[in-house]
């Protein structure tokens, strides 16, 4: 990808263009109780011009590269744009940031990788160490999931960047039986960097494993929780996906345009003072975070955004067109997943930033509710309203934590539901295991502190 010879041509065009060349590099190994169930590489690489003409933007796309493949997209894209342009009765409000930013970086790892059969070796090596230790398991499952985005931009005002954004993911899934009834828990592990940083040393997610094979033997014995609007505490995960679903999408500035609630709460309150929520860039606290954007696939230099400062609404995450239709500054959110992908307004790592209170005072003030520890996919709309399955938790009795519980829901409206927030732990985490699916795939990261508040949980 570095070598590609974008520069030469986009020098040549007469109106404004992108180019981008991009390489997708995907491994998946999967085993159910030691027999491998699926093992996959693809790799997929093309090149990209979007040419913006007279108020529109338009896209073409190629998988060979070479010098005419890039002349052939950029004329492509350039007809398209012109033809937009005819037909379009209202032109897009969308300035040209003319300020360049230059960005580039190799990964900083190692540059030893895995292959397939040193992927499968690694799941077997695990596998075989949870069958041993733990032999009442009635079913294991052991994923490694390997994804690296190598791109090379460039844009007519200057800005270029070269980089890399790779991530391994390890996962287990425990199944145990317990009077006829099955249940299971999953535990995802892992983050930024190629496999053999991630899975090198495997045997450090070892304690992560006994954790989650104690949790799926005490919900095996759990209760279903009892229904209705209960005081809880949410963990990190469960705050990361509330975070990103039911708020950082309705702030996403394309759907800000599209109809969502955050449109009439600009500059408004719209949970407790106590919550200050952020699309980091790429950092935190001088810290590089699991998915680091310096550069937007626009050209446009990435910088964070604050969403929720102190409870109030203040800001939306844009991409060129989103920040000139609102007057605001550009924030460097456009991502595109592959090559054949336009750009999108898609968040990066979304983050409720932590407060002053200890997770124990805040166990100790709840008479009657639940410790929600682990969630699983759900889904939100543009109103904040909201649904997640929650698959582990304790309840709360007099301050203490109590009998775990069963797998349940939890539903609300999330800027009533962050209204009610009135402790924020000071411990934090953030986690970059699955994958954003806003028309195309992302990778993203999410969390957050523990939340004590007030929502309403399934159960009997």
Request: aromatic share 8%; with cysteine.
């Amino acid at each position: 990808m570095k070598n590609v010879a974008i520069e030469e041509v986009i020098k040549e065009a007469a109106h404004y263009v992108e180019l981008r060349a991009q390489k997708n590099t995907t491994q998946m190994v999967g085993l159910i109780n030691g027999d491998l169930m699926s093992n996959s590489e693809t790799v997929a690489s093309g090149v990209s011009a979007r040419s913006f003409i007279n108020g529109e933007w338009a896209m073409a796309a190629s998988s060979v590269i070479s010098k005419d493949s890039l002349w052939g997209v950029l004329e492509k894209s350039k007809r398209n744009a012109e033809f937009l342009s005819k037909i379009k009765s209202t032109p897009a409000n969308t300035k040209i940031v003319e300020k360049e930013f230059q960005f580039e970086r190799d990964y900083q790892g190692s540059t030893q990788v895995l292959t397939q059969k040193d992927l499968i070796d690694k799941a077997r090596d695990i596998n075989s160490y949870i069958e041993k230790k733990y032999p009442d398991l009635k079913r294991v499952d052991v994923i490694i999931n390997y994804n690296e985005l190598e791109k090379k931009l460039m844009a007519s005002n200057g800005s270029s960047a070269y980089h890399t954004l790779p991530r391994t993911v390890f996962y287990v899934s425990l199944s145990y039986e317990k009077d006829g009834e099955i249940v299971s828990l999953l535990n995802g592990l892992g983050g930024y960097g190629r496999t053999f940083d991630v899975m090198d040393g495997h045997e450090k997610f070892y304690p992560e494993i006994e954790k989650t094979y104690q949790q799926v033997r005490e919900k095996a014995s759990g209760i279903m929780p009892s229904a209705g609007v209960k005081d809880v505490i949410v963990s990190p995960a469960v705050t990361g996906v509330l975070a990103h679903e039911a708020v950082g999408h309705p702030a996403e500035a394309d759907l800000v345009r599209a109809g969502s609630v955050a449109g009439v709460n600009l500059g408004k309150e719209v949970a407790s003072s106590l919550v200050t929520m952020v699309d980091f860039a790429h950092s935190y606290n001088g810290k590089e975070l699991p998915v680091p954007v310096y550069i937007d696939d626009e050209g446009v230099e990435a910088v964070d955004s604050v969403l929720i400062d102190q409870g109030t609404l203040v800001n939306y995450m844009h991409n060129r067109e989103s920040s000139s239709h609102f007057d605001m500054a550009p924030t460097g959110n456009a991502r595109a997943f592959t090559y054949t992908d336009e750009p999108l307004i898609r968040m990066r790592n979304t983050i409720i930033l932590p407060g002053q209170d200890k997770l124990d005072d805040m166990i100790s003030s709840i008479d009657d509710g639940y410790h929600l520890l682990s969630r699983s996919n759900g889904q939100a709309d543009l109103t904040t309203e909201f649904m997640f399955g929650v698959t582990f938790g304790y309840e709360i009795k007099k301050g203490k934590l109590g009998r775990a519980i069963k797998d349940t829901t939890i539903s609300g409206v999330a800027f009533n539901m962050l209204k009610t927030v009135d402790m924020v732990s000071d411990e934090f985490s953030v986690h970059s295991t699955g994958f954003c699916g806003k028309k195309q795939r992302m990778i993203v990261s999410h969390g957050g502190p523990s939340l004590k508040c007030k929502v309403h949980i399934g159960g009997k």
